[in-house]
């Protein structure tokens, strides 16, 4: 019974509103002395568990529905109460959660709870650059990458290309964080509809009990919530809790998420969406993966489930639609471009309207295949001067530790079609045709890609 005792110590040290825990917990685990031991555990289980001395089977089944498995934000990532702000209600914690994941009963797995913004190397060839997971958080990281670009190449330094470029291999880490707190800022205004935001941190005890049918993830519980009107108010406020979103063991890209939901409102959320998505995250391979309305949130400010331009009122026979589906209504600074050789081959592929393809900045997220990558020029121009599309550079950057630089394209729109090259009919299609390169001519038709000495990847 070590653990268990530990663990009501822990509870006694919390707030008062968390002290009637120990009732329950005693209560259950009483109840639970006589039932068979536990068969197996969870996949969630596992993996918050790895590493920690394991307990009777006994203990485990009267805890397994009261209390989430330790996965704690360290001390110092955890805001004092002090600093202001407002805790959240159980009312707001049970909204976040539907608006998410459809119900109040799933909760962030492993591979979510250990995603923050982690840079690469200051001063390197990738100092620009954020190292993104492998799940569903991904995507967020990777459009936050986006931002971060468009920071440092258009919004910091307005000298030539060439001076642009070499700013991305120059970035000490102070300049890191300023790029982060900026891409952040830039995001939560954009859905706040440049009027107001709210950052959400973690405070260090829990801000309510919740009911029967809620289930801990010991973050929802502890949001500390900050309201700003002004964009430099929130934007140094993100800078001076900047660990908060990029130390590890911050959950600093859940954090942002709910930052971004609170931005929006549930009620706008609510407002965006049609009848084909209810709520943003989706279950897949075990894993939660971002719905297409996250992805237009986090690009547009508005979350949109669709990729066409405007609304549908009517189907593709012509007829009113009995509900129209939203699309996307404005241009906004980085674009989206998708490519997936499954969707192709199934005739699904959704076809990306010009609002999307044709940002303000030459900048776009990439779906490829599922997988999230950045194209971007240090060429303001590319798509205000038709002339520049004739023959240009694009750079790449999938977000990989295996990739060591950022990889140069050049593509051609002008002196002969691409399919001209392509000798070998038989073989791997992504040899023969690269993802990237398929991704590249749905914005630019029949273009010829040249990879530069590069092995063409994605």
Request: proline share 5%.
């Amino acid at each position: 019974m070590t653990d268990y005792q530990e663990l009501l110590h822990t509870i006694r040290d919390l707030q008062p509103s968390t002290l009637s825990y120990i009732e329950i917990l005693q209560d259950e685990v009483k109840r639970n002395q006589d039932r068979p031991p536990e068969k197996a555990k969870t996949d969630e289980d596992c993996e918050d568990s790895a590493g920690k001395p394991q307990s009777s089977a006994k203990e485990r089944q009267g805890l397994t529905n009261l209390l989430p498995a330790p996965y704690s934000i360290p001390r110092t990532l955890a805001v004092s109460p002090s600093l202001g702000g407002l805790p959240i209600t159980p009312e707001l914690a049970g909204n976040l959660r539907r608006i998410l994941f459809g119900n109040t009963f799933h909760v962030f797995n492993y591979e979510w709870k250990k995603s923050f913004f982690k840079f690469r190397e200051p001063y390197s060839d990738l100092s620009y650059a954020l190292e993104a997971e492998k799940g569903g958080s991904r995507a967020i990281q990777m459009v936050v990458q986006a931002n971060i670009i468009k920071y440092l190449l258009f919004t910091c330094h307005n000298n030539s290309d060439g001076c642009r470029l070499q700013s991305l291999r120059e970035v000490d880490e102070k300049e890191q964080e300023r790029a982060l707190a900026a891409a952040l800022t830039d995001i939560l205004w954009a859905a706040g509809e440049e009027r107001g935001v709210t950052v959400s941190l973690v405070t260090s005890g829990y801000c309510f009990t919740p009911h029967l049918d809620y289930k801990l993830d010991n973050i929802t519980e502890r949001l500390q919530l900050f309201s700003f009107n002004k964009k430099k108010d929130v934007r140094s406020f993100i800078y001076e809790h900047i660990q908060c979103f990029k130390d590890e063991g911050s959950h600093g890209v859940i954090l942002f998420l709910y930052s971004l939901i609170l931005s929006r409102t549930i009620t706008r959320l609510r407002e965006d969406l049609d009848c084909t998505t209810s709520h943003l995250l989706h279950l897949s391979l075990g894993n939660f993966g971002c719905h297409q309305a996250l992805m237009n949130l986090l690009l547009t400010g508005r979350a949109s489930p669709n990729v066409f331009n405007g609304t549908l009122h009517y189907g593709e026979d012509g007829s009113p639609l009995e509900k129209p589906l939203h699309g996307v209504l404005a241009r906004s600074d980085v674009g989206y471009l998708h490519w997936s050789r499954e969707l192709l081959e199934r005739n699904q592929l959704p076809m990306v309207g010009s609002m999307l393809k044709t940002p303000k900045l030459p900048i776009w997220l990439c779906s490829i295949n599922g997988t999230y990558s950045v194209l971007f020029s240090p060429n303001r121009c590319l798509l205000s001067d038709w002339k520049m599309e004739h023959l240009f550079h694009l750079y790449f950057y999938n977000g990989q530790l295996t990739q060591q630089s950022t990889a140069l394209l050049t593509v051609d729109t002008h002196s002969h079609h691409w399919e001209i090259g392509v000798k070998d009919t038989q073989g791997d299609p992504e040899k023969r045709f690269p993802s990237v390169e398929m991704t590249i001519r749905t914005k630019w038709e029949g273009a010829a890609i040249d990879w530069n000495n590069t092995v063409p990847f994605f």
